[in-house]
Nanobody, 121 residues
Framework: QLQLVESGGGLVQPGGSLRLSCAAS????????IGWFRQAPGKEREGVSC????????NYVDSVKGRFTISRDNAKNTVYLQMNSLKVEDTAVYYC??????????????RGQGTQVTVSS
């Protein structure tokens, strides 16, 4: 059974850092692109970053460029999102998702339950 499980969220002060993990089971993550999305209360879902299966194609939403870094460790079947210089507006539920395609997809079919990130002083 395909499963994505996020972890690493929490409460952090503005300017702080968090590293989110997306652990995959039930399929071989190495073959597929993985995206990170977020949704804040009252707002639409937003694509944050995505990494292709090879890692050769990476994209970020403009608001996180230079602050967030996506990476993957296929040996661990895990994708990471390193988030630095966090801002209050980064507060949201973050979740990872895949469409079981080697390339990124804006509307992937499979997603995890999400992890809460709260940036507050």
């Amino acid at each position: 059974q395909l499963q994505l499980v996020e972890s690493g969220g929490g409460l952090v002060q503005p300017g702080g850092s968090l590293r989110l993990s997306c652990a995959a089971s039930g399929f071989t993550l190495a073959y597929y692109a993985i995206g990170w999305f977020r949704q804040a209360p009252g707002k639409e879902r937003e694509g944050v970053s995505c990494i292709s299966s090879s890692g050769g194609r990476i994209n970020y939403v403009d608001s996180v460029k230079g602050r967030f870094t996506i990476s993957r460790d296929n040996a661990k079947n895990t994708v990471y999102l390193q988030m630095n210089s966090l801002k209050v507006e980064d507060t949201a539920v973050y979740y990872c998702a895949t469409d079981l395609s080697p390339l990124c997809n804006a509307t992937p079919r499979y997603r995890g339950q999400g992890t809460q990130v709260t940036v507050s002083s």
